[in-house]
């Protein structure tokens, strides 16, 4: 169940009362833009949470109210090293300054008792989601346990006593001497004390860090981790097996994935032999946890409400849990082959250098490996001797009548890209892996007798695929050689990623065949798409089908007469939070009110046979089985879908500019103008030295930007992709305007390919986000670091 922060508050309890008066005093005082003068102050207690109260304090000044968030110890007695306000607050303060870790702001810390009666901080108010339902060392546990119950009394339960001693004789040597493996541990890291934006899919609040430590992190991990081992709500029920045992909910990945997300996020080896130690630790501290809300409930001062009295026999089922899971004969599971991650995790650390034989050992930073030379070598050859022989072929049939055909040639140069191991190159390792794994599962050959590992491309980085989709960039027609174009390379990741396995099975995999062809609509005609919220398209529940309605245009692909299936981004609930309107759905092409209304121009280009339609989807009537991940969706699937696509268009922007760059040099060397070769004009050379050096910019920013997509992953490296998609296309402009210039007339015109080329990097400034996103993306980060 989520609520919204607002939604938590409740009038403060009775014995929870405090001089409201002496705090407005206080926090006027001492709380940097406090509002003033006040025309109301009224405190609320949050009901969510059983551990120090929180309360919220409303301000009416101005006609507006600002809130802020008190939190304090709770009054009478307390268990020794207990509800530590004062550790949390200088927690808070220094993750705050120091670090990315999402958290309030702090504004001050009171220790004076005499001001409420116990000591208390004061931090930012944050308005969003809880979700609640879903630290070494042991010792200081078990002490806290023997305070909270009384020996001899019924309350006092021997498995957990027997539990403290299992944990003692087992803890891992790392930390029984403390000397490595330490860290910052939380200490009650789960997702009701997750702050989530009320719109957005990130967290913007971090909470309860009164049990924070130095120790191991494992511990936190585990700890989070208890929902798959223990039902938590521990309602009266037979059973209170976690997600182990009665299925993951939707949207929560298997346990083996989460832990391999967090593992290769924070560069942690797989903890095999420590697992069994840390989750029943974790299990062992919830027990002590609630043994002592069940203690603060007998003396009358617990903060939770009623649910605090039923704390004991929540802890005794804890411990009962943990020597079952102790008992166990395996209590991991081996490490998956790829966890289905969020697109922010690093990729390149779950597959090690044994399992990869591309990753650069022993090299430069940017220095291609042996491998990636010879398939670089392979795919400059396969240009010069298929590709730019076959351009002026290319454009004569795009020209003519029948443009809206395949050249028979283009089938015939599949297939020898796909002999000569040149085939779906895109596709990122860990993609691979887990393709491999849910399409194919061991087999060796699909439908014509294809190899997997053909299908499955050469297994590379981002990094790598950087060398290699630079080369294809050289010809507007090479992509689609090697099945490595827009837009089927993000659709098939979305496929890959979020689709079923008869999706898969259906569209996938004919996709990866290169027997079909896709297309992706979502911008629309009568709104700014670049703001996505904006979209009109609407996709109707309608028993087991959906209806869509509404108009799409730069549907790129849809015009070519082997695309089959379109993903259309929609809106199932216009009344949902801005960012969980948006559902994505398959559409087949055929499917009656599916309208190609016409193709579109760049620049005087139609880019048939591919092209860019205006589609007009009237009463679509699609099985409800064609949705993708479920409703609400949309924009999850939009940010995985830009995954390793983010930086396919900036990398072929280096090729294209190169390509300029020969052909204007090759036209310098060879005309002549005012008694001497172009190429001896000082002017001349001085566009071609600074075309080198905004390329070699340009080169290196997107393969910064590549590896830094491999080890940090979407969110973390989006500052540096935002400005690769900035640089790539203005410098590839730059450079084939001046490459057109020394052509003269020639370079404007269909002869030769610089016009087409200048034109898709034009377009590319607007279709791959507008520049003006990415300024903003740039400009926030560099603010938000001066801050910190």
């Not at 700014?528 to 108009?551: L, P």
């Amino acid at each position: 169940m989520a609520k919204l922060t607002s939604h938590l508050l409740r009038e403060v309890h009775p014995a929870q009362c405090f001089d409201e008066a002496a705090l407005l005093r206080y926090a006027a005082a001492h709380v940097e833009g406090f509002p003033a003068p006040l025309a109301g102050f009224a405190v609320r207690q949050f009901g969510h949470g059983q551990s120090n109260p929180t309360f919220c304090l409303e301000c009416a000044a101005q006609g507006a109210v600002k809130r802020y968030v008190l939190r304090k110890k709770p009054p009478g007695v307390i268990l020794q090293s207990a509800h530590a306000v004062e550790r949390e607050f200088e927690v808070l303060k220094a993750l705050g300054v120091h670090t990315d870790v999402p958290v309030p702001r702090v504004f001050c810390l009171c220790t004076d008792a005499s001001i409420i009666g116990t000591p208390f901080y004061i931090m930012e108010y944050l308005e969003g989601w809880i979700y609640s339902d879903n630290k070494l060392p042991v010792e200081r546990w078990e002490r806290q346990y023997l305070a909270s119950t009384g020996e001899g009394k019924p309350d006092r339960y021997q498995p957990m006593l027997d539990l403290a001693g299992w944990l003692k004789q087992h803890i891992p040597k790392d930390d029984s001497s403390g000397a490595s493996g330490t860290g910052l541990v939380h200490g009650d890291f789960r997702v009701d004390n997750l702050v989530f934006h009320p719109e957005e899919d990130r967290v913007i609040g971090v909470l309860d860090w009164e049990l924070s430590t130095l120790g191991n992190q494992m511990c936190d991990l585990a700890y989070s981790c208890l929902p798959y081992i223990v039902d938590l709500t521990l309602e009266e029920k037979k059973s209170y097996g976690g997600f182990e045992h009665v299925g993951n909910p939707e949207g929560i990945p298997p346990l083996p994935e989460y832990l391999a997300a967090y593992c290769s996020a924070a560069g942690k080896p797989w903890p095999v032999a420590d697992w069994k130690f840390c989750v029943a630790f974790s299990l062992f501290r919830g027990a002590s946890i609630y043994a002592g809300i069940y203690h603060r409930f007998i003396l009358g001062n617990a903060s939770g409400g009623d649910s605090a009295k039923y704390a004991g026999k929540r802890a005794n089922i804890l411990v009962d849990r943990a020597w079952e899971f102790i008992n166990r004969r395996t209590v991991l599971p081996e490490r998956p082959p790829l966890a289905i991650m969020d697109s922010e995790v690093s990729q390149q650390k779950l597959v090690d250098e044994k399992e990869n034989p591309y990753l650069m050992k022993g090299q430069g930073k940017f220095v291609p490996s042996q491998k990636v030379s010879e398939l670089r070598n392979k795919l400059i050859k396969f240009m010069e001797d298929h590709i730019y022989p076959m351009e002026n072929e290319f454009y004569k049939l795009a020209l003519s009548n029948a443009r809206w055909t395949i050249h028979p040639q283009e089938e015939n140069l599949k297939e020898a890209a796909k002999r000569e191991g040149l085939w779906n190159l895109w596709i990122p390792f860990d993609s691979a892996a887990r393709a491999r794994e849910l399409l194919f599962g061991g087999n060796n050959c699909v439908s014509d007798g294809n190899s997997n590992d053909l299908l499955l491309g050469a297994g590379l980085s981002n990094l790598e695929y950087g060398h290699l989709c630079e080369i294809m960039g050289r010809s507007v027609w090479a992509p689609q050689i090697f099945n490595c174009g827009a837009p089927d390379t993000g659709n098939m990741e979305v496929l890959l990623r979020y689709g079923t396995k008869e999706q898969q099975e259906k569209w996938l995999i004919p996709l990866l065949e290169g027997k079909i062809r896709s297309g992706f609509a979502m911008t629309e005609p009568q709104v700014a798409s670049s703001d996505a919220t904006n979209i009109e398209c609407s996709i109707t529940r309608q028993g087991e089908y959906y209806i869509i309605n509404g108009k799409k245009w730069w549907t790129s692909g849809a015009m070519d007469p082997r695309c089959k299936i379109l993903i259309v981004m929609g809106k199932t609930d216009f009344t949902a939070p801005k960012h969980k309107q948006q559902s994505m759905i398959l559409v087949d092409i055929n499917t009656p009110g599916v309208h190609i209304k016409r193709p579109l121009l760049v620049f005087g280009f139609d880019d048939a046979p591919h092209g860019h339609a205006e589609i007009i989807f009237d009463n679509v009537r699609v099985p409800a089985k064609n949705i993708l991940l479920g409703e609400g969706r949309g924009f999850e699937i939009a940010q995985g879908r830009l995954g390793p696509g983010r930086l396919h268009h900036c990398m072929r922007l280096i090729g294209a500019a190169e390509r300029g760059m020969d052909m204007m040099v090759e036209r310098a060397l060879k005309r002549r103008a005012f008694g001497k070769m172009i190429a001896e004009h000082g002017s001349f050379l001085s566009d071609l030295a600074k075309c080198r050096i905004e390329v070699e910019q340009a080169r290196l920013l997107v393969l910064e930007a590549a590896d830094q997509l491999d080890r940090l992953g979407n969110k973390r490296a989006r500052g540096i992709i935002a400005m690769a998609k900035v640089a790539a296309p203005n410098m590839a402009l730059n450079v084939l305007d001046r490459a057109m210039q020394v052509h003269g007339a020639g370079g404007l015109s269909s002869d030769t390919v610089l016009s087409h080329l200048w034109a898709t990097a034009r377009t590319l400034r607007i279709a791959d986000g507008p520049d003006e996103v990415h300024l903003g993306t740039i400009a926030k980060l560099e603010v938000r670091r001066a801050r910190m």
